[in-house]
């Protein structure tokens, strides 16, 4: 599986862009969001990649930020709601307006995006509240767990654990363990989570 692609910035053509990665050209499909933040052609690139497997082919979806990604998965789980939707979702609204929209049961701010029915929006908000809701808790935990230490860098998966009241020792064990087993911090603190609820 394709996790990340960093190369040159080819061009692009509509929500297409081309990276250049070791002499092979990439096609990702990215949301009209990410699209407005490529560089200049000839410059360097750095895009999450999300890979779909289908029938008629293999698709990549690019990203600049993990918790994009992450929405585009969870979209990813609602019936009906294809990729298509996802980046058009993500594109139009920007993932913190998506968020918002889900939490706040906004079926008609979710209904701005093209593709996006009222049935479908609905649909979107009683599947996916309640797990928007966990991601923005990991994401305001994990930037409080930053604001607390930019002035002394130390370890802020620990200090996310310490924050929801572990002792030290549960919470090294556990960020240990999600160091092994996965990559980028809002992953490393669900895993531990997953691990400390044991």
């Not at 190369?7 to 509509?14: L, P, R, Y």
């Amino acid at each position: 599986m394709i996790g990340r692609l960093r190369g040159t910035f080819v061009e692009s053509e509509g929500s297409l862009v081309l990276v250049e990665c070791a002499g092979v050209g990439y096609e990702v499909q990215v949301p009209d969001s990410v699209l407005a933040y490529m560089p200049p052609a000839g410059e360097e690139v750095t895009l999450l990649i999300r890979q779909i497997f289908r029938e008629d082919g293999v698709s990549l979806y690019g990203f600049l930020e993990s918790f994009q990604r992450r929405l585009f998965d969870l979209l990813m789980t609602v019936k009906g709601c294809g990729p298509k939707v996802g980046l058009s979702l993500i594109g139009t609204l920007g993932q913190d307006a998506v968020a918002g929209a889900i939490q706040a049961q906004d079926a008609r701010g979710l209904a701005r995006a093209p593709g996006v029915g009222a049935r479908l929006a609905e649909r979107i908000i009683l599947e996916l509240r309640e797990k928007i809701g966990e991601e923005q808790f990991t994401r305001r935990v994990i930037a409080a767990a930053v604001v607390r230490t930019q002035a002394a860098p130390t370890d802020e998966l620990v200090d996310a654990l310490l924050a929801l009241g572990y002792r030290r020792s549960e919470a090294e064990n556990a960020a240990l363990d999600a160091r092994e087993n996965v990559d980028g911090v809002e992953e490393q603190l669900r895993h531990a989570l997953r691990v400390l609820k044991k």
